[in-house]
């Protein structure tokens, strides 16, 4: 393996799986903000979830997009050459469109609770949906690391 590949590769596999703990953690905090009774506890979640997403999930899935598709071009498999790669990407690409849409939301819930308390009831759709979007986007990160890991065989018409 090239120096410069296994760089990448070192780059990749820290970003890629160090966003999949981030987010998590950070759907830990989405359910503990859902469902606590405790208004001082869905404060600090929902505070503390704006910072993971702005501060640890939003580099981290940049930097795994970056190193990803550098590992592909200095290695031997391509960016387009394999169905595993090419389904990684645009896996990706949709989880990294799901993160900065919802970037809004969570932003929103985060300043409401800075300035007023907020009982269970308040805010409900917006807070259920930040539970499913951080489930789907574990999803989308444990089925990325599995083809990473197995690589499945199979080449696109684009080899
Ligand atoms: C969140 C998303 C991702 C996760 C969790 C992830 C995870 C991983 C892991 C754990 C490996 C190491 C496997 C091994 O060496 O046996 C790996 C390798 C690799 N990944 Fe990703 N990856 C992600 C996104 C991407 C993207 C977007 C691309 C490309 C477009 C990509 C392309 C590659 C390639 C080509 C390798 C092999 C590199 C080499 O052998 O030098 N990955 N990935």
New binding site residues.
């Given amino acids: 393996?090239t120096s410069i590949?296994?760089l990448?590769?070192t780059g990749?596999?820290t970003s890629?799986?160090g966003?999949?703990g981030a987010v998590a953690t950070f759907l830990a905090l989405a359910v503990a903000g859902l469902i606590s009774k405790d208004v001082q506890r869905v404060r600090a979640a929902y505070l503390a979830m704006e910072l993971i997403t702005w501060f640890i999930i939003v580099p981290l899935?940049v930097a795994?997009?970056l190193?990803?598709?550098v590992?592909?071009l200095?290695?031997t498999?391509?960016?387009f050459r394999?169905y595993w790669?090419?389904i990684?990407?645009l896996?990706?690409?949709f989880?990294t469109i799901l993160l900065v849409v919802h970037t809004k939301p969570i932003g929103y819930v985060a300043s409401v609770v800075a300035k007023t308390t907020i009982s269970s009831g308040d805010l409900r759709a917006v807070r259920i949906q930040i539970v499913a979007d951080a489930g789907a986007a574990l999803l989308?990160?444990?089925v990325?690391?599995t083809?990473?890991?197995y690589?499945p065989r199979g080449v696109t018409p684009f080899h």
């Fill in positions: 393996m590949r296994k990448a590769l990749h596999v890629s799986v966003w999949l899935c795994s997009l190193t990803g598709v590992s592909s200095v290695s498999w391509g960016l394999h790669v090419l990684k990407l896996l990706t690409v989880a989308v990160l444990v990325n690391t083809l990473a890991v690589k």
